[in-house]
């Protein structure tokens, strides 16, 4: 073995038996990759790639089928201990006991993995000032906002420090603030530690970070390269083009995906839309659509790379087809509506003496995309769940559809759809059934029922997939069935907590192009979400943060209140939110 490598995979395959169908699925084929010791290195890929089997067998918790896998030159099939007690494993679902103090949490992770009395006393110091957590040992996990979870779960894998640190999505669910303060700390580790850290990431961005980069779809390898080769796929075929005016960037982009024959990806950035071209007819076509502004060229980013060596990879497979969705027939024009489905007046919400959301006011219109955006624990999932009837509100005005919330809140749920952030699927029903049960919740009697579930079957491209139990889908086929299941009623408003959150960039650019089709089609949307560049496809974005409305506008009017030399919606953000909390510690 060559010690350069912590982790060998030779012919590496593994296959399951899907309960429901007593099919085989594969979830590794053939694979074969290396690991390079004191190195950040990415696996990268859409849902269902194998990601997460395969970090699961270097740490010995599931082994392969065919093939060899070294791990810190250590057989793992052969001695599988003896890699778990030189590694850390931080897994989707990071098992904090939520009743137990920041302290406890860290002394029980300690206690587990045998570390002594006067190694804690220094390891603990340093976890907490790297996580900023020092100030909160004694607060309970469970009333910790999800980016201090996340770091805390970092802190207790880390409460030995591991020659190997694998790490499975491990911001999923956090804002752009806590993700950078996670990647600081992971940098950190491998320059001082010289750490080796393996972690399986749905931010691009993210993956730019390593030195080494690994692409994982439909169990296969299709890359092991370094960020720079990545973004080489994608290299002189990048553009930008500003939408007509009054035409929301989503628009055009839809139109742009829609053309297969010359477009390999598209996506809103910073009010105008990037993509990447496949012939040089694009230019023409492109022109034509923003009323003859010229596209200009832009450098590849990992993410354009990314895209470019997906679809290059399914159109080897299948002959490339012409877009089957609603936004191919969008028409090139918008005008915002002017009736009112959502109307909020001096929203309060306290919990005893804590004030989660304080005296909030905004309006949204029928069809509008409208971003609530904020840190974890700004208070935006409070709004959201009053905005849904989900909980009353302390005082002021909240009506839905012409309906006040306070005085008839059955009346208002009846033109409501909700996406959960976890997704409210029952995991051993299948995609029929659930269907069935949530049309029959909706009151829908058996003739429209049927017609609607064969309506959103093909809106979300579900068929094949009926029969399976939903809590066997990928990530990116539960969010379809969630978006299928919420709008089986037809509701005019529907809300959707974190949609994309740990999902893939192709499965996110599928599901954007659903939104912009209901949109255009006059259904309401409040989202929430972390992906600061989703913002670009709403009409209008709230941001918040300790209970308090900080922004609200157009990206455009949001970027320009950020400040001069603010080009995308996550340094935005990132400076609003900093420039309220620095504002807030001056009167401190």
């Not at 990048?238 to 477009?263: F, M, S, T, W």
């Amino acid at each position: 073995m060559n010690e350069a490598n912590v982790v060998v995979a030779e012919n590496i395959s593994k296959q399951f038996k899907v309960k429901a169908s007593n099919k085989i699925t594969t979830a590794l084929a053939d694979i074969s990759l290396t690991v390079p010791a004191g190195k950040l290195t990415a696996l990268i890929g859409p849902d269902g790639a194998g990601k997460t089997t395969f970090m699961r067998m270097i740490c010995g918790l599931m082994m392969p089928d065919k093939g060899n896998l070294t791990v810190l030159a250590t057989d793992v099939q052969a001695n599988p201990q003896a890699v778990q007690n030189r590694i850390s494993y931080m897994p989707q679902r990071f098992g904090l006991y939520e009743d137990l103090s920041i302290q406890e949490n860290l002394d029980l992770y300690a206690d587990l993995h045998g570390v002594s009395a006067a190694e804690r006393q220094q390891r603990f110091a340093r976890l907490l000032q790297m996580t900023g957590l020092e100030t909160f040992t004694q607060r309970q996990a469970g009333k910790l906002s999800g980016g201090m979870k996340q770091k805390l779960g970092l802190a207790c894998t880390l409460v030995r420090l591991p020659e190997l640190l694998v790490l499975d999505e491990p911001t999923v669910g956090v804002d752009p603030l806590s993700r950078r303060e996670l990647w600081e700390i992971l940098k950190n580790l491998v320059q001082e530690d010289k750490l080796t850290v393996l972690v399986s990431t749905a931010y691009m961005d993210e993956a730019e970070l390593c030195q080494k980069v690994i692409v994982l779809h439909k169990s296969r390898i299709l890359a092991v390269t370094t960020p720079a080769e990545l973004r080489r796929k994608a290299e002189n075929r990048c553009y930008k083009l500003l939408p007509p005016a009054g035409v929301p960037a989503r628009i055009l982009q839809a139109k742009l995906l829609a053309d297969r024959e010359n477009i390999v990806d598209a996506v809103p950035e910073g009010g105008e839309v990037r993509f990447i071209i496949r012939s040089e007819t694009a230019f023409a076509n492109s022109e034509q659509l923003s009323g003859g502004l010229p596209a200009k060229a832009v450098p590849a980013r990992l993410e354009d790379g990314f895209m470019a060596l997906l679809r290059e990879y399914e159109e080897q497979r299948e002959p490339r087809q012409s877009s089957n969705t609603l936004s191919a027939n969008l028409p090139l024009s918008f005008r915002q509506s002017e009736q009112v489905d959502i109307e909020v007046k001096d929203l309060v919400r306290k919990f005893g003496d804590f004030t989660a959301v304080a005296n909030t006011s905004f309006k949204v219109y029928k069809g509008e995309i409208f971003g609530l955006l904020g840190p974890n624990g700004a208070g935006k999932t409070t709004t959201f769940k009053m905005l849904c009837g989900l909980l009353p509100a302390s005082s002021g005005y909240l009506a839905v559809a012409g309906v006040d919330l306070r005085t008839a809140r059955i009346q208002a749920r009846a033109n409501i759809g909700y996406v959960a952030q976890k997704f409210s699927l029952y995991s051993n029903l299948t995609v029929q059934e659930n269907m069935r049960f949530f049309g029959g919740a909706y009151g829908l009697d058996k003739a429209k029922l049927c017609e609607r579930m064969e309506a959103v079957t093909i809106q979300f491209d579900l068929s094949g997939q009926e029969t399976k139990d939903a809590g066997e889908l990928p990530g990116g086929f539960k969010q379809r069935l969630s978006m299928a299941v919420a709008l089986l009623h037809e509701p005019a408003i529907l809300f959707l907590d974190e949609p994309t959150s740990g999902i893939d960039p192709m499965a996110r650019r599928m599901f954007w192009r659903q939104i912009t089709a209901l949109a255009a089609a006059g259904t309401t949307i409040i989202i929430t979400t972390h992906f600061m560049e989703e913002a670009e496809y709403c009409d209008r974005i709230m941001i918040q943060d300790q209970g308090k409305m900080l922004a609200i506008g157009t990206p455009q009017h949001v970027r320009e209140q950020a400040g001069e030399g603010i080009t995308t919606m996550n340094q935005a953000f990132i400076a609003i939110v900093e420039k309220a909390r620095a504002q807030e510690q001056a009167v401190v």
